[in-house]
């Protein structure tokens, strides 16, 4: 039997008539791939850890392709922080956006390349099933075609199947083995070619579960270092540690909603909130690794730094909560005290512009 992929859609939080068109009918173009099982769940960000929605993502063993309206880095590493892991499967689906800047990123990874590999990821530490998750965004396209084109590519690339070399060279091939080699076309061993049955429509596998909109920051692992910068800073109990004292997000639930503080610290970028209207806080592929310029920038907002920004933002959640404000005197890491100010300069401009137009 042949090897099929799942394909997990993950609906929108909009009702917005376009958005749920481009869903459907993603949908039902994949029900008529051969190599494919369809699953639609709630969007994924708001699926409940003990739902219906993430019991069965849990439950799917083999590779399989996660189409969201998240980035893709934000999708994979909000699933892995459910315990949903695997390699980071390459897409060649990309935005408008992502794809005029690839140029420009070109420029300046292999410059970068040295600084990254000189910091221990946490990422190094775990161990990763071997199984390969590619994950899609749904904005990158206006219509279906694309979508159903790159799954199928994947699920071509994944259906690649091994033959147990050891059976062969001890003489005894399995007889379906056999048949295969001498039958490459689909032949059934006695000179007759057997026709490729007509697919029919399957039937995805529906969750219906409530899920109600959350907010929680997810942590990237690729970029994470361990610093504990993010613990230091936030006064509400996200963050924990585990057995093997590595950071985690031990209480989401606790998570202001609409507060994004924590990111702006993250001397990394590691920290995202796929829900963020500001693509680099929501896990914009543009900032998944160290540039020359100072990314810090474009986790600000207009007359801000990122840090001055996520201070304010604490100081403001903190008093909501019934709490003083507490500004720079908690939690500030080492590497702001003592800084100088320096004059805006062409860059902090420029920033402040983009920032200002809420890109």
């Given at each position: 039997?042949?090897?099929?992929?799942?394909?997990?859609?993950?609906?929108?939080?909009?009702?917005?008539?376009?958005?749920?068109?481009?869903?459907?009918?993603?949908?039902?173009?994949?029900?008529?791939?051969?190599?494919?099982?369809?699953?639609?769940?709630?969007?994924?960000?708001?699926?409940?850890?003990?739902?219906?929605?993430?019991?069965?993502?849990?439950?799917?063993?083999?590779?399989?392709?996660?189409?969201?309206?998240?980035?893709?880095?934000?999708?994979?590493?909000?699933?892995?922080?459910?315990?949903?892991?695997?390699?980071?499967?390459?897409t060649l689906l990309v935005s408008d956006d992502e794809d005029?800047?690839?140029?420009?990123?070109?420029?300046?990874?292999?410059?970068?390349?040295?600084?990254?590999?000189?910091?221990?990821?946490?990422?190094?530490q775990r161990e990763v099933p071997a199984r390969t998750i590619y994950c899609l965004d749904f904005r990158a396209c206006d219509t279906a075609e694309p979508l159903v084109e790159e799954i199928r590519r994947i699920a071509a690339e994944t259906a690649t199947?091994?033959?147990?070399?050891?059976?062969w060279i001890d003489g005894s091939p399995k007889p379906e083995?056999?048949?295969?080699?001498?039958?490459?076309?689909?032949?059934?061993?006695?000179?007759?070619?057997?026709?490729?049955?007509?697919?029919?429509?399957?039937?995805?596998?529906?969750?219906?579960?409530?899920?109600?909109?959350?907010?929680?920051?997810?942590?990237?692992?690729?970029?994470?270092?361990?610093?504990?910068?993010?613990?230091?800073?936030?006064?509400?109990?996200?963050?924990?540690?585990?057995?093997?004292?590595?950071?985690?997000?031990?209480?989401?639930?606790?998570?202001?909603?609409g507060c994004p503080a924590c990111s702006r610290v993250c001397p990394e970028n590691a920290i995202l909130f796929p829900q963020h209207k500001t693509p680099a806080i929501a896990g914009s592929e543009e900032v998944a690794g160290p540039l020359k310029i100072d990314l810090s920038q474009l986790f600000g907002a207009p007359g801000k730094d990122a840090v001055e920004a996520a201070v304010s933002e604490r100081d403001e959640q903190l008093m909501l909560a019934g709490r003083e404000a507490v500004g720079e005197s908690v939690g500030i890491a080492k590497r702001r005290t003592g800084a100088v100010d320096q004059p805006k300069d062409e860059l902090d401009d420029l920033m402040d512009e983009l920032d200002a137009i809420d890109l």
């Open positions: 039997m042949a090897k099929k992929i799942t394909v997990v859609i993950s609906q929108g939080q909009s009702q917005n008539p376009a958005k749920r068109k481009l869903e459907e009918d993603l949908v039902g173009a994949l029900l008529m791939e051969a190599g494919v099982e369809v699953t639609l769940v709630p969007n994924l960000y708001d699926l409940a850890p003990d739902g219906t929605g993430m019991l069965c993502l849990e439950g799917i063993s083999g590779d399989m392709v996660v189409v969201s309206w998240h980035f893709p880095r934000a999708a994979h590493w909000t699933l892995d922080r459910h315990g949903i892991r695997g390699r980071v499967g390459t005029n800047e690839e140029d420009d990123e070109e420029n300046v990874e292999e410059d970068s390349q040295d600084e990254a590999d000189d910091k221990d990821r946490v990422i190094e199947e091994t033959v147990d070399l050891m059976s083995q056999l048949d295969r080699y001498l039958n490459p076309n689909g032949g059934n061993g006695n000179g007759h070619t057997e026709k490729t049955p007509v697919a029919t429509p399957a039937q995805p596998n529906i969750i219906d579960e409530k899920a109600e909109r959350r907010w929680y920051p997810v942590i990237d692992f690729s970029r994470c270092t361990n610093c504990m910068e993010c613990i230091d800073f936030c006064l509400f109990g996200v963050y924990g540690v585990d057995t093997s004292e590595v950071i985690l997000v031990e209480q989401p639930d606790n998570c202001r909603k």
